[in-house]
């Protein structure tokens, strides 16, 4: 079945350097992504979306780029911090039917462990 | 102080035993959200109501059960026949005001294990 994975289970990264986390999605019909990070033993927390009629958004610290032609997502992460160790998971959004509502199909996640 | 909140923060199951997960949101979200979540993996949906008094089932949502009953509270019990219930269960919320983009978020989650 379509479903939203990721390359790298874990990323260490050196403090300073510039993080990258892949996520690749298979379902033609999403057109909107969400990021989320998630600390040990705490809910996700919302970092960034995109919509599926943009190629790339930022915010602070974080840039989203997403590839439609190869249905590719990408987050990174500006002068990684030991603040932004975490699981980082990608989600998609998928309109189930008019009545059923939205749903969201999130991938395995990747940990990213911030070396000092 | 908004937000979602989920009760309690560990919850012990016994064999046999019916259990249920509190979730509340005052962010006067229509859309609210149940998810498990197994170690070193993502999260799976059980059921999400778009409405009061309305719900529907996810991926996995035998073994659980759901009500609405309102637009505040969405509560979860996870049944006898849950035979493998050991997880970390995240409720989550959205407005629900339509459209195609639905950002959901989360509450801090309930930790469920079995005695």
């Known amino acids: 079945g379509e479903s939203v994975g990721l390359h790298l289970p874990t990323l260490s990264v050196q403090e300073g350097d510039n993080s990258i986390i892949n996520c690749a999605y298979s379902n033609s019909a999403s057109d909107y992504f969400i990021w989320y990070k998630q600390e040990s033993g705490k809910g996700p927390q919302f970092i960034i979306d995109i919509r599926s009629n943009m190629d790339k958004r930022q915010g602070q610290r974080v840039t989203v780029l997403l590839n439609k032609t190869v249905k590719h997502l990408s987050l990174q992460i500006a002068a990684t911090q030991p603040g932004d160790s975490a699981v980082y998971f990608c989600?998609?959004?998928?309109?189930?039917?008019?009545?059923?509502?939205?749903?969201?199909?999130f991938g395995g996640g990747t940990r990213v462990l911030v070396k000092p | 102080d908004g937000g979602i909140t989920q009760s309690p923060k560990y919850l012990f199951r016994k064999e046999g035993q019916n259990v249920t997960l509190s979730c509340e949101q005052n962010?006067?979200?229509?859309?609210m959200y149940w998810y498990r979540q197994d170690p070193g993996q993502g999260l799976r949906l059980i059921y999400y109501s778009q409405i009061v008094n309305d719900f529907q089932k996810g991926d996995i949502a035998e073994g659980y059960s759901v009500s609405r009953e309102k637009k505040e509270s969405f509560p979860l019990t996870v049944t006898s026949a849950q035979k493998n219930p050991t997880a970390f269960y995240l409720c989550?919320?959205?407005?629900?005001?339509?459209?195609?983009?639905?950002?959901?978020?989360f509450g801090p989650g309930t930790r469920l294990l079995v005695l």
């Open positions: 962010l006067n979200h229509d859309a």
């Open positions: 989550a919320s959205s407005t629900g005001q339509g459209g195609n983009q639905e950002t959901q978020y």
């Open positions: 989600a998609e959004n998928i309109r189930a039917s008019v009545a059923a509502g939205n749903k969201l199909t």
